[in-house]
């Protein structure tokens, strides 16, 4: 299996623009979380989903963003209007997860976001 | 929300040595994760414990639960300079389990 995988890997926009990050889980895996690392903050939990469906975005820092996972292959997150504070690393990850038994997260690569 | 914090913040150490690393958390768990990052990568698996284990081997690592304390350990034993990365613990139980939170870790840098 080709692990997680996030795209872009890197991108800089300006102030305002919208921004979408995307991520593919393992096939087979029911949970997705996204992250967002800083120095300042650390690694911070955004959203996860069970079953595509979103169970906890407390983490989510303001309406500015949002994050969708249509089917089990394909998530998103979205920043709208983007702002400099925003830049970081966004890191998505999955498991599996069947009825109380979880395990280990395997972590895609990460997408590194400057916002000028 | 269930989090480690691990400590110390930083360690720095020479090839060969053992490193300990130190993970505290608050409330009852149903497991334990540590991961590791190497600079610019994604979080790895490195090994989880279960409520009901005390002591759990993997290759160099070693880590320890003792939920009386609410603490777990992980050893490094004979380091290398390849072992340098962050190291985060993740309790994983309670209210909140299915969602992992991870501490600010802990930067290990091993001298060659």
């Known amino acids: 299996d080709a692990g997680v995988i996030q795209s872009p890997r890197h991108e800089v926009t300006e102030m305002g623009q919208e921004v979408t990050l995307r991520c593919k889980p393992i096939?087979?895996?029911?949970?997705l979380f996204w992250y967002r690392q800083t120095m300042m903050r650390g690694l911070e939990l955004l959203i996860y989903?069970?079953?595509?469906?979103?169970?906890?975005d407390s983490g989510m820092p303001e309406d500015r963003f949002s994050a969708k996972m249509p089917n089990a292959s394909f998530s998103t997150l979205k920043i709208q209007p983007s702002e400099p504070r925003d830049s970081a690393v966004y890191f998505c990850?999955?498991?599996?997860?069947?009825?109380?038994?979880?395990?280990?997260?395997?972590f895609g690569e990460g997408s590194r976001l400057t916002v000028l | 929300s269930q989090q480690g914090e691990e400590d110390p913040q930083a360690l720095s150490i020479q090839e060969g040595e053992n490193a300990t690393m130190n993970c505290s958390y608050k409330t009852s768990i149903n497991n334990l994760q540590w991961y590791r990052q190497n600079s610019g990568r994604g979080l790895v698996h490195l090994i989880l414990?279960?409520?009901?284990?005390r002591e759990k081997h993997s290759g160099r690592l070693r880590v320890t639960l003792d939920t009386s304390k609410k603490s777990s350990s992980l050893l490094i034993t004979a380091s290398r300079a390849a072992d340098t990365a962050s190291y985060f613990c993740a309790p994983e139980g309670g209210t909140s389990y299915g969602k992992l939170t991870f501490g600010q870790g802990t930067i290990l840098t091993v001298h060659p």
């Open positions: 990850a999955s498991r599996p997860s069947s009825g109380g038994n979880t395990g280990e997260l395997f």
């Open positions: 989903f069970n079953n595509n469906v979103p169970i906890d």
């Open positions: 414990i279960r409520s009901n284990e």
């Open positions: 096939s087979g895996h029911n949970s």
